[in-house]
């Protein structure tokens, strides 16, 4: 069992895509361990206010007539942010979707969120570290089981979880606590959940795209600032733009 010091949140959303800046959450479902021992379950269908495309409804079976009536993320987003407050995160894939899907909705909702300090554990960066598959073949493979209902985002976390306590009895040496997990298949250092920054090795932002490619962030805003106006206008995620503007704030007092 996993040895916890305070609480994880694992958490599965189904969306009406996969574009980081212009999708929405249509399920939330969340799996929150504590530290003794014991489960908060939590699932949400919500009111995406945008159509869900019929290819996104054949993958996770969740139409516009069943989500017309839910709530939407800004009236849930509340419930949602206190739900995972002083936790630890985990999911499939969570650390390049689920969870930078989420950020946005917050940001979107005009909800401070900060994660910065939250510890974040991929089950799925567990399973490709040890045995790349997917998650119905992880499931398998680690549990014996077939997974039911793929694509329901309850019961996609639910194996989630399962998956992690079956990789920590075969993998002994991931050990059973956040940080010994994260010590064996590494902490990704994020600047933006998009990842279109990243970090050189002298620990300053750089872009991971375009024409300025692996130029430091501040440089490139210094020498072309009429590339920060082009970003902000741009479709680029809302947590994209935060990071650029505070990495743009930093620069102009370091200037003064």
């Known amino acids: 069992m996993l040895q916890l010091l305070k609480p994880i949140a694992f958490i599965d959303l189904e969306t009406t895509g996969v574009n980081l800046a212009n999708d929405r959450i249509v399920e939330i479902a969340m799996v929150k361990l504590m530290p003794d021992g014991t489960r908060i379950n939590k699932r949400k269908l919500l009111n995406p206010q945008i159509p869900i495309p019929k290819e996104a409804s054949d993958i996770h079976g969740i139409t516009n007539e069943m ?82 209902d793929a694509h329901s985002a309850e019961a996609d976390i639910l194996a989630t979880v399962e998956v992690l306590e079956s990789q920590m009895d075969r993998y002994k040496q991931l050990g059973n606590t956040v940080d010994s997990i994260l010590s064996v298949i ?54 994209t733009k935060l990071k650029l503007t505070e990495i743009l704030n930093r620069a102009l007092l370091k200037n003064n």
């Open 186 to 239: 590494g902490e990704e250092k994020i600047v933006d959940y998009a990842r279109r920054f990243g970090y050189d090795d002298k620990g300053r932002e750089i872009f991971n795209f375009g024409k300025f490619k692996g130029r430091p962030v501040e440089d490139v805003l210094k020498s072309e600032p009429q590339y920060y106006d082009w970003m902000m206008k741009g479709d680029f995620p809302l947590h």
């Open 67 to 148: 989500v017309k009536d839910a709530p939407t993320f800004k009236q849930s987003g509340n419930e949602i942010k206190q739900f995972i407050e002083g936790c630890d995160l985990g999911g499939y894939n969570s650390n390049r979707f689920d969870i930078p899907i989420l950020v946005e909705e917050f940001l979107r909702a005009g909800l401070e969120v900060d994660l910065t300090t939250r510890r974040m554990v991929d089950v799925q960066h567990v399973f490709y570290s040890m045995e790349p598959r997917t998650l119905t073949a992880a499931y398998k493979f680690y549990c014996n089981k077939e997974l039911v």
